[in-house]
């Protein structure tokens, strides 16, 4: 049977793909790369942008697609064949990428293209080429070009191994409990664990470290002990002070590890660490300014999260009988008081908010404001679960266009690593190989909770938000209109302006006209009533000091870890330090969450988190101009929707951010839209419990 990595045909035969299949593809692949490789940078190819892409880039692009396929595989269908195959290859993939973007005769060929050939897509293309080519060591030679790779591939083996750890920690972990000990947890939350317990042939619930069952247990859970049990095993996972038995998937190592390969690495380039490396491709201009930044936030933070922590110490003591709460009471304390002051819990919206509606009502939005249709679809998936959708916009003539095509995989499993994101399967390309204009393909995923009982899965606020957040990252790659594949989409697009399109979705969940069409009470059928809508926007920034000072914590504690900190010397005292600084509430001595962090150590985000928050202050205000032009009735202007999707999602990294930015609003972005959407604009007002 021919190898489904090597079909280029159409979209990836997910359910197809074996172990067996990668090693043999891939090496196929590598070979036509290196060929592909050494024709352009040959002395008489032509240093002509077309030409080397006609080469080069369709070779690196097939690659990157079926890498891609089993890089995404990896990740929600981990099995231990398919972990031994992806490892077997994972050192010939990144030399190959490493001495691709390292290598001096191509970098001498970019630098040799007349720009005046090329058209403004193409100009930034190459522009963002020739600054990659330099950080990726295009101008080391000799000893230091040759430990620079190594350095390469030893960090992508260690983030793959950090990503296993974290997940086989997570996996590995469960407690059967007594239906006793379960007193307060949602009846579906109970229901589900029951489940997995009779799935593992085993009496009681299972309660694992996996989202869906852990926060419901740590908000919801009456007994102190059951959330003090799970929440010791949750920040203790993949660290040298988890249970002895799970103690072999200690990240610490590691982190040190990476931690010196990156500094090692930025000195190689002539930087003094690597902060300053991370800020080269982004709209940041140096550590320093990330740094006050984060820290004039947290100043402006500080007193509403102080407010939100004397709230809940006396609550905590008034009402149930907490005088010195501990890190996991807090969870619970915070819902107990928002049921109190707000007279809802989470539980009761989440009832509200079945899947399928909550689907259909993201769907319209995206095709009311973008002016697109959204289509169900099938393709070869590697779950059952996963849904196909494709993205169409009609035409002058009436007849309608291919926009881009998306998977869609909502629920959580075994195999399937935590937390929601968006990656391509491929990129809007007019293809210098065939003319043809290649359309996006986008993986969305999530990791919800199952339905139960036969009924359909049921999401909570946050869910829907997370949601929305990850088809903003979609929309931004879908609804391109670059032909240039290295600026379309996200490709090319500063990374802390890269949430502006996610961060900017997530206020449609705060809408009373999108909210209306997009819940059904999952027994009543029933719309969301205004009343309980009423008391979710009253809650809405409820402990929102806490929340921003928890975002500053983590991603100070990122820049001062690459900027500041002796990779030699345990990073806690540096978390210590940091939460000292910004933090209002200290956890206890034995939680290790950095050994989990797996958008710094393993994500692409290192010192680069703060750009959630960088780009939170674009989005916000981005958002305000929908508030500034809504219709009376509150449905969001067409014609600014029209405007947002021109000025930032059509043109993709085809140009600066903060052009982009100014298309669009006419200005630079103010900081006041953030605070005031969080709750943070005047004094902070105490509310009596």
């Known amino acids: 049977m021919s190898n489904p990595l090597l079909d280029f045909s159409d979209l990836p035969h997910f359910d197809r793909i074996a172990p067996e299949h990668v090693a043999p593809a891939i090496d196929v692949l590598l070979e036509r790369a290196n060929t592909a490789l050494e024709t352009v940078t040959a002395p008489d190819f032509p240093a002509e942008w077309n030409a080397i892409a006609k080469v080069l880039d369709v070779?690196?692009?097939?690659?990157?697609?079926?890498?891609?396929?089993?890089?995404?595989?990896?990740?929600?269908?981990?099995?231990?064949?398919?972990?031994?195959?992806?490892?077997?290859?994972?050192?010939?993939?990144?030399?190959?990428?490493?001495?691709?973007?390292?290598?001096?005769?191509?970098y001498a060929k970019y630098k040799a293209i007349d720009?005046?050939?090329?058209?403004?897509?193409q100009r930034q293309a190459r522009q963002n080429a020739v600054r990659n080519f330099v950080l990726s060591g295009a101008e080391l030679t000799g000893a230091a070009k040759e430990r620079f790779a190594q350095i390469q591939e030893r960090q992508a083996e260690l983030s793959q191994k950090f990503s296993e750890n974290a997940l086989d920690a997570t996996d590995a972990y469960a407690y059967y409990a007594t239906a006793e000990e379960l007193e307060g947890v949602p009846q579906d939350v109970q229901q589900a664990a029951r489940e997995a317990a009779q799935a593992d042939g085993r009496e009681g619930h299972k309660l694992t470290l996996k989202m869906p069952c852990y926060l419901p247990v740590m908000q919801f859970a009456a007994r102190s002990d059951l959330r003090e049990k799970l929440y010791r095993a949750y920040v203790t996972r993949a660290s040298d002070q988890a249970e002895s038995d799970a103690r072999k998937f200690d990240n610490t190592a590691l982190i040190r590890e990476i931690l010196a390969l990156r500094r090692e690495e930025a000195q190689l380039l002539g930087y003094a660490n690597f902060g300053e490396v991370s800020v080269v491709p982004k709209m940041a201009q140096s550590p320093a300014q990330v740094i006050g930044f984060l820290r004039?936030?947290?100043?402006?933070?500080?007193?509403?999260?102080?407010?939100?922590?004397?709230?809940?110490?006396?609550?905590?003591?008034?009402?149930?009988?907490?005088?010195?709460?501990?890190?996991?009471?807090?969870?619970?304390?915070?819902?107990?008081?928002?049921?109190?002051?707000?007279?809802?819990?989470?539980?009761?919206?989440?009832?509200?908010?079945?899947?399928?509606?909550?689907?259909?009502?993201?769907?319209?939005?995206?095709?009311?404001?973008?002016e697109v249709a959204i289509?169900?679809?099938?393709?070869?998936?590697?779950?059952?679960?996963?849904?196909?959708?494709?993205?169409?916009?009609?035409?002058?003539?009436?007849?309608?266009?291919?926009?881009?095509?998306?998977?869609?995989?909502?629920?959580?499993?075994?195999?399937?690593?935590g937390g929601a994101w968006m990656d391509d399967v491929r990129t809007r390309w007019l293809r210098p190989d065939t003319g043809v204009l290649q359309t996006p393909v986008a993986h969305l995923v999530c990791n919800f909770a199952s339905g139960v009982d036969g009924k359909p899965p049921l999401l909570t606020h946050d869910d829907v938000i997370t949601l929305f957040h990850e088809f903003g990252h979609g929309l931004h790659h879908m609804l391109t209109q670059v032909n240039e594949r290295d600026v379309s989409g996200i490709g090319g697009v500063e990374w802390d302006a890269v949430e502006l399109p996610s961060q900017f979705m997530e206020n449609f969940c705060w809408e009373?006209?999108?909210?209306?069409?997009?819940?059904a009470h999952v027994d009543t059928g029933e719309p969301l009533p205004r009343a309980l809508y009423d008391k979710m926007i009253a809650a809405k920034n409820f402990q929102s000091g806490m929340q921003t000072l928890r975002q500053i914590e983590f991603s100070l504690f990122d820049m001062l870890l690459h900027t500041e900190h002796d990779?030699?010397?345990?990073?806690?005292?540096?978390?210590?330090?940091?939460?000292?600084?910004?933090?209002?509430?200290?956890?206890?001595?034995?939680?290790?969450?950095?050994?989990?962090?797996?958008?710094?150590?393993?994500?692409?985000?290192?010192a680069g988190y703060y750009s959630y928050k960088w780009a939170e202050v674009l989005s916000a205000d981005a958002y305000a101009a929908f508030e500034e032009t809504a219709a009376s009735d509150g449905q969001p202007s067409i014609e600014t929707g029209r405007r947002y999707r021109q000025a930032i999602?059509?043109?993709?990294?085809?140009?600066?951010?903060?052009?982009?930015?100014?298309?669009?609003?006419?200005?630079?972005?103010?900081?006041d839209a953030l605070l005031r959407h969080q709750g943070m604009a005047g004094a902070p007002a105490t509310a009596a419990a």
């Open 375 to 417: 289509r169900r679809d099938t393709a070869a998936v590697w779950n059952p679960a996963v849904e196909f959708y494709r993205i169409e916009r009609t035409r002058p003539d009436g007849g309608t266009q291919l926009v881009g095509q998306f998977y869609l995989d909502q629920p959580a499993r075994t195999g399937k690593r």
């Open 512 to 519: 009373w006209d999108v909210l209306k069409h997009m819940t």
């Open 115 to 121: 720009p005046a050939t090329l058209t403004a897509e």
């Open 567 to 606: 990779p030699a010397q345990d990073i806690m005292p540096l978390l210590d330090a940091v939460r000292r600084e910004v933090a209002v509430l200290q956890p206890p001595a034995f939680s290790r969450t950095p050994h989990t962090f797996s958008h710094i150590f393993a994500g692409g985000y290192a």
């Open 649 to 671: 999602l059509e043109v993709g990294g085809s140009r600066p951010a903060m052009e982009s930015f100014k298309a669009f609003r006419g200005r630079e972005p103010s900081l």
């Open 296 to 370: 004039d936030l947290a100043r402006r933070a500080r007193p509403y999260a102080e407010n939100d922590i004397a709230d809940l110490r006396a609550f905590a003591a008034q009402h149930l009988g907490l005088a010195d709460p501990q890190a996991w009471d807090w969870p619970y304390i915070s819902e107990k008081l928002k049921e109190a002051r707000y007279a809802f819990s989470e539980q009761e919206v989440k009832a509200y908010f079945t899947a399928p509606k909550v689907l259909a009502g993201l769907f319209k939005i995206i095709e009311t404001l973008f």
């Open 59 to 106: 070779a690196t692009e097939q690659l990157g697609v079926a890498w891609g396929s089993v890089s995404h595989l990896n990740s929600v269908a981990d099995t231990p064949e398919l972990r031994a195959a992806y490892n077997a290859v994972l050192p010939k993939v990144t030399e190959f990428w490493t001495r691709l973007g390292a290598d001096e005769r191509l």
